[in-house]
């Protein structure tokens, strides 16, 4: 059985770090993502990571503040995000992907992560 198991998420104020992990059970995917619901917002694509790690992806609202890694060996992602800003206010979702790693690629879910930006 497929899993994501989201951890790490919290209040910080802004300007401030956070990290954020994902362990995934059952299979081991070709790409890892990270979403993001705002509330009143759709869900959108945040960051991802290709099966090697070598392969990122990241939205311009995030890029140069949040990097992805994943560490194979253990099945995981993690997220880490600096300089964060109020609007990075969401349920943070973890993903996975089998074969390709466009944003509608992604069909396994976690169960989310609230990560809340204090002004």
């Known amino acids: 059985q497929v899993q994501l198991v989201e951890s790490g998420g919290g209040l910080v104020q802004a300007g401030g770090s956070l990290r954020i992990s994902c362990a995934a059970s059952?299979?081991?995917?070709?790409?890892m993502g990270w979403f993001r619901r705002a509330p009143g917002k759709e869900r959108e694509f945040v960051a991802a990571?290709?099966?090697?790690?070598?392969?990122?992806r990241y939205a311009d609202s995030v890029k140069g503040r949040f990097t992805i890694s994943r560490d194979n060996d253990k099945n995981t992602v993690s997220l880490q995000m600096d300089s964060l800003k109020p609007e990075d206010t969401a349920v943070y979702y973890c993903?996975?992907?089998?074969?390709?790693w466009g944003p509608g690629d992604f069909r396994a879910w976690g169960q989310g992560t609230q990560v809340t930006v204090s002004s």
């Open positions: 059952g299979r081991t995917f070709y790409a």
């Open positions: 993903a996975g992907a089998l074969r390709a």
């Open positions: 990571i290709n099966l090697s790690g070598v392969g990122t």
